[in-house]
């Protein structure tokens, strides 16, 4: 189906469900209960979601299958995200064009950015890319102010000359639309003490994503993928093998550009405002984490690594101490205040705390990431499934 | 005038004159050995062939085309393929994946576009690395993972792959070092049935005399950066000069 094997196809069409239902699925706790802070379901961090998981499927293409790592990614998703509202300021407010010229504005930015670093590879190259990246950061702040705002960042105003929308009314506000349909807009549907919230801008970001892993997926299997996978095993042999290592590592590169820029033009979309603080090195680091958490070089693992550290980032960020008292309330009251005084490094502002400790967790017994972690508890039941099975005869086909 | 053709091909580390005034030539379809004691510069001669180094002086005519300033992707792509002492194959991927990757570079030339195919549905392709595993021998393992593989496979895998591209000249350093007589004596049988069966130049540097000599039809003998003699296997065997290369100037050889 749509020229994917059985395994992918299934893959693809899990990852549609789940996307689809994810308002649901985010938020399993009723309103008002002691647990609806862990509820993820509300469109800001959902777009939040698809958006990084995209930025991240598109950086395992180049680190995942090439093996060489890129710090300079943000800067990418920064130049997309500027691209985007300069569409949005000159052109209109509906985000196709934001999109399409955000991919296009990224893809040459990293061609350019690409051909120089790839003259080395290694520590050689990520320092490359890390220096362009903040090169790009400092500019934005300083010299180029005239074109991202500076520190002030840029935003839609009512003023713009927006050629192609109709002149706003005084006071009102410019919307990022979809050919009418505006991406703030929500439908909220409340079942017993549930609420659930279906977001425009949620859902057009998820279908971009689907496509960007259906895309991702067609170049992992592809011959072009594997020549990718080859760079990573052994770049002799590949030179000595009539094969041209370098534009395969500045498509993979330039590719993997154009998803960060695809990312930052939809979080404009989403969210119409740009800083500079986007292309911060720390930025690059973050999808560097997404991918090994996740799984480095699997389909699924860097959308998984990008939920993880967005859920963690925005739920576990605003546990304060407060609320662990809640929690720990019916503990004796000193040993209550011992327990929170425990607890309190890890929440709050302290959640990059538990990220590294989950990280050092899984890069050390889960060398590949969250993805292994799941094939392991597969295994497990797998295992005890066909044990079951052989007493009446049944065979899976092999896949 | 001989398929490869190397003339006054000089080579300088530093103070190391690693290889003097070479002048080699093989004539087409035929075995030639380089052999040579350790530091003779058959190494760095074979790097020169492949553009992994650029010699000082001199030419490398390869089927009358100079291959001096190329990269060692497009000497490649003229048709000479390089097999290492240690067996360089793509250890993270199938086996049959690794066969299919010269199969590529065979059709498609040094840049493979086409990112939205199927690989597995390119049946050209497919069917052709099949074939070269059934001739290798090595159906049976298509889907291992290649770094698992015993080294002898993997050295077959690896001469599997270059034969994968038909090349006209087929480069060999060491092609047996490290192995076992067994593993040997294979490498021996399917490098003998390579020669029997194909249109190709073998252009082998080894150290094991039994390997040189079971294959070889012309050798020569390198020493200190200097072809000594090159000659017939029979005659190279009692020559003076390589005894003294190989064995020192006072010993007298059995």
């Not at chain 2, 039994?210 to 200190?224: D, G, K, M, Y």
């Amino acid at each position: 189906m749509f020229g994917l094997d059985k395994k992918d196809f299934r893959l693809l069409l899990l990852v549609t469900v789940l996307v689809a239902l994810a308002p649901f699925i985010l938020n399993p706790f009723p309103e008002g209960s002691g647990m609806a802070q862990f509820n993820a379901g509300y469109p800001d961090l959902m777009q939040r979601f698809v958006i990084f998981g995209i930025f991240a499927i598109g950086f395992n293409i180049l680190f995942g299958l090439t093996g060489y790592l890129s710090f300079g990614h943000a800067a990418f998703l920064g130049v997309g995200s500027y691209a985007a509202i300069w569409m949005m300021k000159l052109l209109t407010m509906n985000v196709v064009p934001a999109i399409i010229v955000s991919v296009i504005v990224a893809g040459v930015f990293s061609l350019a950015v690409g051909w120089i670093s790839l003259r080395r590879s290694g520590i050689y190259f990520s320092i490359l890319t890390l220096a362009f990246a903040q090169m790009s950061y400092s500019l934005a702040y300083s010299v180029l102010t005239p074109i991202t705002g500076g520190e002030t960042g840029l935003q839609p105003k009512v003023n713009d000359p927006r050629i192609l929308d109709g002149s706003l009314a005084d006071g009102a506000t410019p919307k990022a639309n979809l050919f009418g349909l505006e991406m703030g807009s929500s439908i909220e549907w409340s079942v017993g003490s549930w609420l659930f919230t279906f977001n425009a801008g949620y859902y057009v970001a998820a279908i971009v994503m689907l496509l960007a892993f259906y895309m991702s997926i067609r170049i992992f299997r592809s011959p072009f993928g594997m020549m990718l996978r080859a760079v990573k095993s052994n770049q002799q042999r590949l030179n000595y093998t009539g094969l041209n290592a370098k534009p395969y590592t500045l498509a993979a590169f330039v590719i993997s550009g154009m998803y960060a820029g695809l990312a930052g033009g939809l979080m404009v979309a989403m969210d119409t405002q740009v800083g500079a603080e986007r292309m911060f090195w720390t930025a690059s680091g973050e999808v560097v984490l997404m991918s090994i958490l996740g799984g480095v070089g699997t389909l699924i693992g860097p959308v998984l690594g990008a939920g993880a550290i967005k859920y963690m980032e925005n739920i576990l960020s605003k546990i304060n101490s407060d609320i662990l008292h809640t929690w720990f309330a019916f503990l004796p009251d000193g040993l209550e205040d011992f327990v929170v005084t425990l607890i309190y490094p890890f929440i709050g502002k302290g959640w990059h705390l538990t990220l590294g400790l989950i990280f050092m967790l899984v890069v050390i017994f889960l060398p590949g990431g969250l993805v292994e972690g799941g094939q392991r508890i597969a295994r497990l039941f797998g295992r005890k499934k066909k044990s079951t099975d052989t007493p009446d005869g049944k065979t899976t086909p092999a896949e | 005038m001989g398929i490869l053709e190397v003339k006054n091909v000089g080579k300088r580390f530093g103070g190391l004159q690693a290889l003097g005034d070479v002048n080699l030539s093989v004539a087409e379809n035929t075995v030639h050995a380089i052999i040579g004691p350790n530091g003779a510069g058959k190494s760095t001669l074979l790097n020169c062939l492949v553009g992994k180094l650029i010699p000082d002086t001199g030419s490398v005519m390869f089927d009358g085309q100079s291959v001096l300033g190329r990269k060692p992707y497009e000497i490649n792509q003229m048709g000479i393929s390089r097999v290492f002492q240690t067996p360089e194959i793509f250890g993270d991927l199938s086996v049959l994946e690794n066969m299919m990757i010269p199969c590529f570079a065979k059709r498609d030339g040094a840049f493979t576009p086409n990112a939205f195919i199927s690989m597995m549905k390119d049946r050209e392709i497919v069917e052709r690395a099949e074939e070269m595993l059934v001739e290798m021998d090595m159906a049976d393992a298509r889907n291992d993972n290649a770094a698992t593989m015993s080294r002898g496979n993997k050295r077959r895998l690896e001469i599997g792959m270059c034969l994968a591209q038909e090349p006209r000249l087929l480069l060999l350093d060491e092609p047996t070092a490290g192995m076992a007589r067994a593993d040997t004596n294979n490498t021996i049988d399917l490098l003998k049935q390579i020669k029997d069966e194909r249109d190709i130049t073998i252009s082998i540097i080894e150290h094991d005399m039994h390997v040189v000599f079971s294959l070889a039809e012309r050798i020569t003998v390198l020493a200190q950066g200097t072809p000594l003699v090159e000659d017939t296997p029979d005659n190279i065997k009692g020559h003076p000069k390589v005894r003294e290369a190989y064995l020192g100037e006072s010993q007298d050889a059995a």
